[in-house]
């Protein structure tokens, strides 16, 4: 049967699941991607995201909404990024409980090194691609998959709420 609402678009809509579950399959696996330690697409992330925005000093639950992850996946990732001395954790002066998150120098030198291996063995020719499309269509196109993406995370939550333990009627 061909999914008629698609229309035209069912070829990359295919494509795009391939990717997303491919990537969800792998997204917590730990290898060594041109790194010297195993670590995981999702650790990565977060590596990227401090390196990137580290003169903010934010709080993890500030990291974790702006990642989209819950905090307390959040906090499993760091503890692990910490036990592989990526990360060190600080807290703020006369507030134990605001922890402020920062890569360490191996840290540093671990991503450099997977971002190496990332780029020439991923993403080098997905860029020679993208540079063929203007960068406002790229930019819409992202924008598309994150607003799908929360449509479907505001409609799970629809509907009346039942207590826990109460009985449907």
Do not use: C, H
């Amino acid at each position: 049967m061909y999914l008629e609402w698609m229309g035209k678009n069912r070829a990359f809509v295919e494509k795009f699941i391939r990717y997303a579950n491919t990537y969800a399959a792998v997204y917590k696996k730990e290898a060594l991607y041109g790194t010297d330690i195993p670590i995981s697409f999702e650790q990565v992330q977060v590596l990227e995201y401090l390196l990137e925005n580290e003169q903010l000093n934010q709080n993890m639950s500030m990291i974790a909404s702006r990642l989209g992850i819950t905090p307390s996946n959040f906090t499993r990732i760091v503890n692990k990024l910490s036990g592989k001395n990526l990360l060190e954790k600080y807290y703020v002066e006369g507030n134990r409980k605001n922890i402020v998150i920062r890569v360490t120098d191996f840290g540093k030198e671990q991503y450099s090194s997977y971002s190496k291996w990332i780029y020439e063995n991923s993403f080098s020719k997905l860029f020679v691609r993208m540079e063929k499309v203007p960068e406002e269509i790229l930019w819409e196109l992202a924008q598309g998959f994150e607003e799908a993406l929360w449509l479907q995370e505001k409609s799970s939550t629809e509907g009346k709420l039942i207590p826990v333990g109460e009985t449907k009627k």
